[in-house]
């Protein structure tokens, strides 16, 4: 005897929430136009809310995905899962670009008004385009059109199916017509308590809808408080995690300050301390002016001294020139530039003595060290050359020395012209015009002298 498929024990539609949602599926999804097989995942919102509650896997080359059954978050969170209004969304993930999905379906769902399609998609032979559907304890739900479009599938009455009956060898068929009338009134019987069961099903539905259509306001009303209630504990939480945060920043602040209060003592501390220095420091600094005045005073009369003292020497060893404009003599000894052929030995000898005594004098008054330190003992001066690798020294006098020794002193001393030229600022041209460099020293340093008031 056949036997009667019995559906499982079904909720309430006013007693369905996200949380009985067991699994969703997909059929017939209509691909873009450049796509091919679709690589699917959807997306489960709240009314209102841009962040997903829950994201699946993804199910890669397939336009029939079915998706592994949806685990929603517990603990605190399971409030969320408590509302019969949710928004599902169906993306496409692009394989080359992971970060590129394209939204292909998307429904706001409402489990009130959900329809009952059946257990399992096996006797479906073709469902419409975008089909979405939803298993729940006691089968698949559809909604809309597509719920009725599965309806009317499901209630068509079944084709007739060809049945073969025995033939005996002789060609003549062999039927019990008492087991086939029993049957045939089994089935009939069962229709009528099929039919019967339907009708009562549909009477059922509808009394149902009147009551929720009639209610409809209270059910929207319940489902905004619902709603209200959650986002409220929401806000509680939130708030209370903030007191939280605001209560550790406070503590920090007052470690702050705590730890910041040696450092102001410090702060004012140094403070005072700065102050008390700068008046030290306006007081120390008129003695420290008058001081500077002073010595500022005092090196301008040891300039005027030193420059009397210059001038004084210029007067004993006086450098004049000829008329002819290019022979100098010092002291009234004529001293040729560096060429001695055909002149007086110990005229020569004098003037390089006095050359010698001079430039020693003014350079120990202007406080400049010679490179080759002068021995002036007038006609009879050396000159000794310490920079060379073995010290030596040269006489200013050629009677009675080599040549050579008496042309290398010669040298010697007008490099310690040229140096000491070098230290006031002015330019040698030609380092052989022993009196016409020194007569240049002379001049630059013939300045006019006015004496300081003391």
Same mark, same amino acid.
């Given at each position: 005897?056949?036997q009667?498929?019995?559906r499982r024990?079904?909720?309430p539609?006013? =007693?369905?929430?996200?949380?009985?949602?067991?699994?969703?599926?997909?059929?017939?999804?209509?691909?873009?136009?450049?796509?091919?097989?679709l690589?699917?995942? &959807?997306?489960v919102?709240?009314?209102?809310?841009a962040?997903?509650i829950?994201t699946?896997e993804?199910?890669?080359?397939?336009?029939?995905?079915?998706w592994?059954?949806?685990?929603?978050?517990?603990?605190?969170?399971?409030?969320?899962?408590?509302?019969?209004?949710?928004i599902v969304?169906?993306?496409?993930?692009d394989? +080359?670009?992971?970060?590129?999905?394209?939204? #292909?379906?998307?429904?706001?769902?409402?489990?009130?008004?959900?329809?009952?399609?059946?257990? +399992?998609?096996?006797? &479906?032979q073709?469902?419409?385009?975008?089909? #979405?559907?939803?298993?729940?304890?006691?089968g698949?739900?559809?909604f809309?059109?597509?719920?009725?479009?599965?309806s009317?599938?499901?209630?068509?009455?079944?084709?007739?199916?060809?049945?073969?009956?025995?033939?005996?060898?002789?060609g003549?068929?062999?039927?019990?017509? &008492?087991?086939?009338?029993?049957?045939f009134? =089994?089935?009939?019987?069962?229709?009528?308590?099929?039919?019967?069961?339907?009708r009562?099903?549909?009477?059922?539905?509808?009394?149902?809808?009147?009551?929720?259509?009639?209610?409809?306001?209270?059910?929207?009303?319940?489902?905004?408080?619902?709603?209200?209630?959650?986002?409220?504990?929401?806000?509680?939480?939130e708030?209370?995690?903030?007191?939280?945060?605001?209560?550790?920043?406070?503590?920090?602040?007052?470690?702050?300050?705590?730890?910041?209060?040696?450092?102001?003592?410090?702060?004012?501390?140094?403070?005072?301390?700065?102050?008390?220095?700068?008046?030290? #420091?306006?007081?120390?600094?008129?003695?420290?002016?008058?001081?500077?005045?002073?010595?500022?005073q005092?090196?301008?009369m040891?300039d005027?001294?030193?420059?009397?003292?210059?001038?004084?020497?210029?007067?004993?060893?006086?450098?004049?020139?000829?008329s002819?404009?290019?022979?100098?003599?010092?002291?009234?000894?004529?001293?040729?530039?560096?060429?001695?052929?055909?002149?007086?030995?110990?005229?020569?000898?004098?003037?390089?003595?006095?050359?010698?005594? #001079?430039?020693?004098?003014?350079?120990?008054?202007?406080?400049?060290?010679?490179?080759?330190?002068?021995?002036?003992?007038?006609?009879?001066?050396?000159?000794?050359?310490d920079?060379?690798?073995?010290?030596?020294?040269?006489?200013?006098?050629?009677r009675?020395?080599?040549? =050579?020794?008496?042309?290398?002193?010669?040298?010697?001393?007008?490099k310690?012209?040229?140096?000491?030229?070098?230290?006031?600022?002015?330019?040698?041209?030609?380092?052989?015009?022993?009196?016409?460099?020194? &007569?240049?020293?002379?001049?630059?340093?013939?300045l006019?002298?006015?004496?300081p008031?003391?």
């Amino acid at each position: 005897m056949a036997q009667v498929a019995v559906r499982r024990t079904a909720l309430p539609p006013r =007693q369905r929430r996200l949380r009985h949602v067991h699994s969703v599926m997909a059929r017939n999804l209509l691909p873009p136009a450049s796509r091919g097989l679709l690589n699917t995942y &959807f997306t489960v919102h709240l009314e209102g809310g841009a962040q997903p509650i829950y994201t699946s896997e993804v199910v890669w080359h397939s336009l029939n995905p079915s998706w592994m059954p949806v685990a929603f978050p517990g603990g605190e969170s399971h409030r969320c899962c408590d509302t019969p209004v949710f928004i599902v969304r169906v993306w496409d993930l692009d394989e +080359d670009s992971p970060s590129s999905t394209t939204l #292909l379906v998307e429904l706001a769902i409402d489990l009130l008004y959900i329809s009952y399609v059946g257990e +399992d998609l096996a006797c &479906f032979q073709s469902l419409p385009p975008n089909t #979405l559907l939803l298993e729940l304890a006691d089968g698949l739900y559809s909604f809309g059109h597509v719920a009725q479009s599965l309806s009317s599938i499901l209630n068509a009455p079944p084709k007739p199916r060809n049945r073969q009956v025995s033939s005996g060898q002789d060609g003549v068929r062999k039927v019990n017509i &008492f087991r086939v009338k029993e049957l045939f009134q =089994q089935i009939l019987k069962m229709q009528e308590t099929q039919q019967h069961t339907l009708r009562s099903i549909e009477e059922a539905r509808s009394k149902l809808e009147s009551r929720l259509d009639s209610r409809a306001p209270q059910l929207r009303q319940a489902r905004s408080r619902e709603m209200h209630q959650y986002r409220l504990s929401v806000l509680e939480k939130e708030y209370k995690e903030h007191m939280v945060l605001l209560e550790e920043d406070r503590r920090g602040v007052e470690e702050l300050r705590e730890s910041i209060v040696p450092s102001a003592r410090a702060v004012s501390e140094a403070e005072e301390a700065l102050l008390k220095g700068e008046q030290s #420091l306006r007081e120390e600094r008129a003695p420290l002016e008058r001081d500077c005045q002073r010595a500022e005073q005092l090196c301008r009369m040891l300039d005027l001294r030193r420059r009397q003292l210059l001038e004084q020497f210029a007067s004993i060893y006086t450098i004049e020139r000829l008329s002819d404009q290019s022979t100098y003599t010092i002291a009234g000894i004529k001293l040729p530039n560096s060429e001695f052929q055909g002149c007086d030995e110990e005229h020569i000898a004098t003037a390089l003595g006095a050359a010698a005594h #001079l430039l020693f004098l003014t350079a120990k008054y202007l406080e400049v060290s010679l490179r080759y330190r002068i021995t002036a003992m007038s006609s009879r001066s050396t000159i000794r050359d310490d920079v060379a690798g073995s010290p030596a020294e040269y006489p200013l006098y050629s009677r009675g020395v080599e040549k =050579q020794k008496f042309e290398h002193g010669v040298a010697l001393l007008n490099k310690d012209i040229e140096q000491l030229l070098t230290s006031q600022g002015l330019i040698v041209t030609n380092t052989k015009n022993t009196l016409p460099n020194l &007569f240049m020293l002379l001049n630059h340093l013939a300045l006019p002298i006015h004496p300081p008031s003391i």
